[in-house]
């Protein structure tokens, strides 16, 4: 049984560029969280994806933004990169949109130079 | 506002002891669910233990058990039997849904260290 999955595991980038981070969720789960963990912080909710729409937002600005595919898969996009946005970005998914527990995948790391 | 406090930003015990890690959290919800995650090195954030609030009785998970406080709003972790794995970040959480709205807020982590 898949867990969770992500990629890229590490990403360079320079002020205003522009990422792209994917995620596969858990076998059976139609939900994704993305999470942005700066270090030596807990993880902040940046957004929601369920049914291939955003349902829920946390308080990050509009160049950040997501998507989510037929098979349940997502993305997170980050515009116009800014040094503050170096962080672990972290993926979680759950069996449907409410149920509590959510599991995580590895993280992607992006350092903004 | 939804917030979790963990007061120890690190501690260290002694393999085969056992150590408790506290957590606060605050919110105007009446159901939610709260947790315990691990984040080795690695940085994969694992589910520790869970415990749903309409439930009196403290979660136990093999060697990891908590103590739920729903009055004071608290909810601790205690390790029994430490073993060397068991050194990471520790995350506190709770989730409550308002409508079919809910995520996960986080404490800041306490780092525990166990020691040979």
């Known amino acids: 049984d898949a867990g969770v999955t992500q990629s890229p595991t590490h990403l360079i980038k320079t002020r205003g560029q522009q990422v792209t981070l994917r995620c596969s969720p858990k076998?059976?789960?139609?939900?994704v969280c993305w999470y942005q963990q700066a270090l030596g912080q807990g993880p902040q909710f940046i957004f929601q994806?369920?049914?291939?729409?955003?349902?829920q937002r946390g308080n990050f600005p509009d160049r950040f933004s997501g998507h989510q595919f037929p098979n349940y898969s997502s993305e997170l996009n980050v515009n116009a990169l800014l040094l503050g946005d170096s962080a672990l970005y972290l993926c979680?998914?759950?069996?449907?949109?409410?149920?509590?527990?959510?599991?995580f995948g590895p993280g992607t790391r992006l350092l903004v130079l | 506002a939804q917030t979790v406090t963990q007061s120890q930003p690190e501690m260290s015990v002694q393999e085969a002891e056992t150590v408790t890690l506290s957590c606060t959290y605050d919110t105007s919800e009446n159901n939610y669910y709260l947790f315990w995650y691990k984040q080795p090195p690695s940085r994969q954030m694992i589910l520790v233990i869970r415990?749903?609030?309409?439930?009196?009785q403290n979660a136990t998970e093999n060697r990891f058990s908590v103590n739920f406080q729903k009055a004071a709003k608290s909810f601790s972790l205690k390790i029994s039997d430490s073993q060397l794995g068991d050194t990471a970040m520790y995350f506190c959480a709770f989730i409550t849904f308002v409508g079919s709205q809910g995520n996960l807020i986080f404490g800041k982590g306490t780092k525990l260290s166990v020691k040979p």
């Open positions: 076998s059976g789960h139609d939900t």
């Open positions: 994806y369920y049914e291939e729409e955003e349902r």
């Open positions: 415990q749903e609030a309409y439930k009196q």
């Open positions: 979680a998914s759950s069996l449907d949109l409410i149920q509590e527990t959510q599991y």
